[in-house]
């Protein structure tokens, strides 16, 4: 196991369980407070456990995080920090229905619902190529959080940083698509009278 | 006038990017089979040896002397340059357990018997060389390569039964003394379950792997992933996407044609499934047609004969494993059987065979014996066509 790959399972770790704790939060959280919930977890996932650490106990159960769930877990931990604005709604809806799509394209191709392999196509290095040309679309369409994703996706792969020599690994992987599939329905459902002014700030206009 | 960060953030992320990608120097090969895998060269050594290397009465006998651990399964066999034997299996409690260790051992050119069995694969080492959790280990696979770097191929579960699996593999480079730390292979999207390794590999004339392994997890078929000589993972081959087609032996038939023959899972009267692929590599896959034999959802081997037709250890039988024969074939639809190799009545268990051929073309053959023993058996042409 490469030195940057144990970095990146313990601080996807740390990231997961530091999320986690967000929602009981009852104000926005300081700095020095962020850093403490991601140093708990850090110190937690230490912990010898079976032959192993515990995060590497959890990491065997859930599997690699993918680039863009890490990048999404730093920004929510950096905005609940009060460090970055937090991720508008129709800019997430956009990014959700995009991880959502790729899911649909490679999990019930992988699991063999068909005869091709559209995972197989993530060796190959025009693929590479293709997501950078999307990133830059993302770009144009003012997804940049999206576009961030895609970009830093390729970039780690191209480094591989991480076990996989498959570019789709490092795209998606099933709980981002399975977050991204359940927000874009509880959104859905539910009433939004926001919307008005989410839309006007994702645009970067400002509301008086 | 605002800058916007992002925008800058991203420029050069993906300048970076492109450079990387531009620079990228690894070239898209051409893979072919080795010279040395196909039928043909061994046929040729086969006929300059006829003779001098004889097995003059072919014999069974036991690779691990009684005492072992109480349930063995799975063997595999490889042989060096020198002409060593080496040999693998999984034992433990039971299959599944979380004392199943990878065993292996030796045989010298010229010895009788085997060498005492050590353990070159466990749960616990695993775990600590991957970093994560290892709940069982099986399926151990043996392939020693035109250097004589020594590979292991076997299967981890973290969590659930054997569809879970992911592959291991180790290498070592003198002869089974040492072994490299477990590098887990990511061959699946869906948290890298679940895909098993159980037939042979074949080398390209690259040093590439085309390693046989198959799916599990909601359906079942066989697929085959593409090292490099250093054992990095390169692509991986979808063989067929029929249900049910696992184990995937390939036979190659020239430098890129193949044919697969398939483990039948999980349907009523089941066969052995064969699968002509023009071009392996380029994930050419032919229809999939059933052959006339019998397969109770057990693991096959099948390797090409000098002569070009095809031989197989199966269990011909439509349901149990108490029967293990030879069967040979010259299209891979029609077979005849030659011989049982075992003929017991159930529960016997005679199953899992591994079948590879030595330098001067001897066929070297390993199977589960009652799941408490690994048994051997060496024999050759000639007594293959006294035989037929």
Same mark, same amino acid.
């Given at each position: 196991m490469s030195p940057a790959f144990w970095a990146w399972s313990? $601080?996807? /770790?740390? $990231? !997961?369980?530091?999320?986690? !704790? $967000? *929602?009981?939060?009852?104000?926005?959280?300081? /700095? *020095? /407070?962020?850093?403490m919930c991601l140093l708990i977890p850090l110190a937690l996932g230490?912990? *010898?456990?079976r032959e192993t650490d515990f995060s590497g106990f959890i990491l065997a159960h859930t599997g690699n995080l993918s680039v863009p769930i890490f990048i999404l877990l730093v920004l929510e931990l950096l905005a609940a920090c009060g460090l970055t604005q937090p991720h508008c709604r129709r800019n997430r809806r956009n990014a959700n229905l995009f991880w959502v799509m790729c899911g649909i394209l490679v999990y019930p191709s992988a699991l063999g619902f068909i005869n091709a392999d559209t995972y197989a196509v993530g060796y190959l290095k025009p693929m590479a190529w293709c997501v950078l040309a999307l990133s830059g679309i993302a770009l144009i369409c003012r997804q940049k959080i999206l576009a961030l994703c895609l970009a830093a996706a390729v970039m780690i792969h191209q480094l591989r940083l991480l076990e996989s020599p498959n570019l789709w690994d490092y795209l998606i992987d099933p709980w981002l698509c399975l977050a991204a599939a359940f927000q874009l329905m509880w959104n859905a459902f539910r009433k939004n009278p926001e919307s008005v002014q989410e839309s006007a700030s994702c645009s970067g206009l400002r509301q008086k | 006038m605002k800058v916007d960060i992002s925008a800058i953030a991203w420029g050069i992320l993906v300048v970076a990017c492109a450079g990387l990608l531009l620079t990228d120097i690894n070239k898209t090969e051409t893979l072919r089979f080795s010279e040395s895998e196909l039928a043909t060269s061994v046929g040729a050594k086969a006929g300059k040896n006829a003779g001098k290397n004889a097995v003059a009465k072919p014999e069974l006998s036991f690779v691990l002397p009684p005492g072992g651990p109480p349930s063995v399964h799975s063997g595999t066999l490889t042989r060096l340059q020198d002409g060593q034997l080496l040999a693998a299996w999984f034992g433990g409690a039971r299959e599944g357990a979380s004392d199943v260790r990878i065993f292996f051992c030796r045989r010298a050119p010229d010895a009788a018997e085997w060498s005492a069995s050590t353990i070159i694969a466990s749960r616990e080492q695993t775990t600590e060389d991957l970093n994560r959790h290892i709940a069982k280990i099986g399926?151990?696979?043996?392939?020693?390569?035109?250097?004589?770097?020594?590979?292991?191929?076997y299967v981890t579960v973290s969590f659930g039964g054997w569809s879970g699996s992911s592959i291991t593999m180790k290498y070592s480079d003198d002869a089974g003394e040492s072994w490299s730390k477990a590098k887990r292979l990511v061959t699946s999207p869906f948290l890298n379950v679940s895909t098993l390794v159980k037939g042979c590999p074949i080398e390209c004339d690259s040093g590439h792997l085309v390693v046989p392994v198959y799916h599990e997890f909601v359906r079942k078929f066989g697929e085959a992933i593409i090292l490099d000589r250093d054992g990095n993972l390169q692509s991986k081959i979808r063989l067929t996407a029929v249900r049910g087609a696992i184990q995937p032996w390939i036979v190659p038939l020239d430098q890129q044609a193949s044919m697969a023959f398939f483990r039948q899972s999980g349907h009523p009267g089941r066969s052995v499934l064969m699968s002509h692929m023009p071009n392996v590599f380029a994930s050419d896959c032919g229809r999939l047609e059933t052959s006339h034999v019998p397969n109770p959802d057990a693991a096959i081997a099948v390797i090409r004969r000098h002569n070009g037709e095809f031989l197989m250890v199966c269990n011909p039988i439509d349901s149990g494993r108490h029967r293990l024969s030879l069967a040979t074939s010259s299209d891979g639809v029609n077979w005849k059987l030659v011989r049982h190799v075992e003929d017991g009545d159930p529960p016997d268990e005679f199953s899992y065979p591994y079948l590879i051929r030595g330098a001067s073309g001897q066929y070297h053959l390993i199977y589960t014996w009652n799941r408490s023993r690994m048994r051997y058996l060496e024999f050759d042409e000639e007594w293959l066509e006294n035989e037929l």
């Amino acid at each position: 196991m490469s030195p940057a790959f144990w970095a990146w399972s313990h $601080l996807s /770790f740390a $990231l !997961l369980i530091a999320n986690l !704790l $967000l *929602p009981l939060r009852k104000q926005r959280w300081n /700095f *020095p /407070f962020g850093v403490m919930c991601l140093l708990i977890p850090l110190a937690l996932g230490a912990w *010898p456990l079976r032959e192993t650490d515990f995060s590497g106990f959890i990491l065997a159960h859930t599997g690699n995080l993918s680039v863009p769930i890490f990048i999404l877990l730093v920004l929510e931990l950096l905005a609940a920090c009060g460090l970055t604005q937090p991720h508008c709604r129709r800019n997430r809806r956009n990014a959700n229905l995009f991880w959502v799509m790729c899911g649909i394209l490679v999990y019930p191709s992988a699991l063999g619902f068909i005869n091709a392999d559209t995972y197989a196509v993530g060796y190959l290095k025009p693929m590479a190529w293709c997501v950078l040309a999307l990133s830059g679309i993302a770009l144009i369409c003012r997804q940049k959080i999206l576009a961030l994703c895609l970009a830093a996706a390729v970039m780690i792969h191209q480094l591989r940083l991480l076990e996989s020599p498959n570019l789709w690994d490092y795209l998606i992987d099933p709980w981002l698509c399975l977050a991204a599939a359940f927000q874009l329905m509880w959104n859905a459902f539910r009433k939004n009278p926001e919307s008005v002014q989410e839309s006007a700030s994702c645009s970067g206009l400002r509301q008086k | 006038m605002k800058v916007d960060i992002s925008a800058i953030a991203w420029g050069i992320l993906v300048v970076a990017c492109a450079g990387l990608l531009l620079t990228d120097i690894n070239k898209t090969e051409t893979l072919r089979f080795s010279e040395s895998e196909l039928a043909t060269s061994v046929g040729a050594k086969a006929g300059k040896n006829a003779g001098k290397n004889a097995v003059a009465k072919p014999e069974l006998s036991f690779v691990l002397p009684p005492g072992g651990p109480p349930s063995v399964h799975s063997g595999t066999l490889t042989r060096l340059q020198d002409g060593q034997l080496l040999a693998a299996w999984f034992g433990g409690a039971r299959e599944g357990a979380s004392d199943v260790r990878i065993f292996f051992c030796r045989r010298a050119p010229d010895a009788a018997e085997w060498s005492a069995s050590t353990i070159i694969a466990s749960r616990e080492q695993t775990t600590e060389d991957l970093n994560r959790h290892i709940a069982k280990i099986g399926n151990p696979i043996l392939f020693a390569d035109s250097r004589d770097r020594l590979w292991l191929f076997y299967v981890t579960v973290s969590f659930g039964g054997w569809s879970g699996s992911s592959i291991t593999m180790k290498y070592s480079d003198d002869a089974g003394e040492s072994w490299s730390k477990a590098k887990r292979l990511v061959t699946s999207p869906f948290l890298n379950v679940s895909t098993l390794v159980k037939g042979c590999p074949i080398e390209c004339d690259s040093g590439h792997l085309v390693v046989p392994v198959y799916h599990e997890f909601v359906r079942k078929f066989g697929e085959a992933i593409i090292l490099d000589r250093d054992g990095n993972l390169q692509s991986k081959i979808r063989l067929t996407a029929v249900r049910g087609a696992i184990q995937p032996w390939i036979v190659p038939l020239d430098q890129q044609a193949s044919m697969a023959f398939f483990r039948q899972s999980g349907h009523p009267g089941r066969s052995v499934l064969m699968s002509h692929m023009p071009n392996v590599f380029a994930s050419d896959c032919g229809r999939l047609e059933t052959s006339h034999v019998p397969n109770p959802d057990a693991a096959i081997a099948v390797i090409r004969r000098h002569n070009g037709e095809f031989l197989m250890v199966c269990n011909p039988i439509d349901s149990g494993r108490h029967r293990l024969s030879l069967a040979t074939s010259s299209d891979g639809v029609n077979w005849k059987l030659v011989r049982h190799v075992e003929d017991g009545d159930p529960p016997d268990e005679f199953s899992y065979p591994y079948l590879i051929r030595g330098a001067s073309g001897q066929y070297h053959l390993i199977y589960t014996w009652n799941r408490s023993r690994m048994r051997y058996l060496e024999f050759d042409e000639e007594w293959l066509e006294n035989e037929l």
